[in-house]
T-cell receptor, first 111, second 118 residues
Framework: SQQGEEDPQALSIQEGENATMNCSYK?????LQWYRQNSGRGLVHLIL?????REKHSGRLRVTLDTSKKSSSLLITASRAADTASYFC???????????FGTGTSLTVIP | DGGITQSPKYLFRKEGQNVTLSCEQN?????MYWYRQDPGQGLRLIYY???????QKGDIAEGYSVSREKKESFPLTVTSAQKNPTAFYLC?????????????????FGDGTRLSIL
């Protein structure tokens, strides 16, 4: 079964607003990564947070990780129409040799 | 520029036919992966390879086969045994994630191949 589940499944906001999406996972992890996918394209890596980190920033992105709750959130501030895409979390469990991707959040930013 | 190239972008399969999807990378990555993505779904791992001439089954390997004869190439064959092959197939690579120096590394993705049934 998949390790990660994103919430919400879909999100629609106005340009300039902040977008928050959440990821929950099931087992202990080494790290958690967030990826972006534009329609019909491959995934692009956005940010990685290690299991011993609680928060990380990259430009307009802010990621938090709560290992006690087995959850992470991705915040995109001051959203732009170009941020319209699907966003996936991926976990690297500390057992096994696979990465596990969540089901994704589809973000639409309305100009 | 370094990257991953998948071909073809679109592929059609006839009943009973095997088809092969190409994946080539020039990133000098040891590890390569094949994922299947169904509409509105996440990615599911088909096969992965951490080194040349070695590969492991993922969660949904049935009906698929792979080879890893060269570091740069990891082709995926969708066999006639795969009864529901219509999907978007994504190839990825990374520095071997399970080597100490390569841990916590991201995956780099190609732009996918969309496979449909005729």
């Amino acid at each position: 079964s998949q390790q990660g589940e994103e919430d919400p499944q879909a999100l629609s906001i106005q340009e300039g607003e902040n977008a928050t999406m959440n990821c929950s996972y099931k087992t202990s992890i080494n790290n958690l990564q967030w990826y972006r996918q534009n329609s019909g394209r491959g995934l692009v890596h956005l940010i990685l947070i290690r299991s011993n980190e609680r928060e990380k920033h990259s430009g307009r992105l802010r990621v938090t990780l709560d290992t006690s709750k087995k959850s992470s959130s991705l915040l995109i501030t001051a959203s732009r129409a170009a941020d319209t895409a699907s966003y996936f979390c991926a976990t690297d469990p500390n057992t096994g040799n696979q990465f596990y991707f969540g089901t994704g959040t589809s973000l639409t930013v309305i100009p | 520029d370094g990257g991953i190239t998948q071909s073809p972008k679109y592929l059609f399969r006839k009943e009973g036919q095997n088809v092969t999807l190409s994946c080539e990378q020039n990133l000098n990555h040891d590890a390569m992966y094949w994922y299947r993505q169904d509409p509105g779904q996440g990615l599911r791992l088909i096969y992965y390879s951490q080194i040349v001439n070695d590969f492991q089954k993922g969660d949904i390997a049935e009906g698929y086969s792979v080879s890893r004869e060269k570091k740069e190439s990891f082709p995926l064959t969708v066999t006639s045994a795969q009864k529901n092959p219509t999907a978007f197939y994504l190839c990825a690579s990374s520095i071997d994630p399970f080597a100490a120096a390569g841990s916590n590394q991201p995956q780099h993705f190609g732009d996918g191949t969309r496979l449909s049934i005729l």
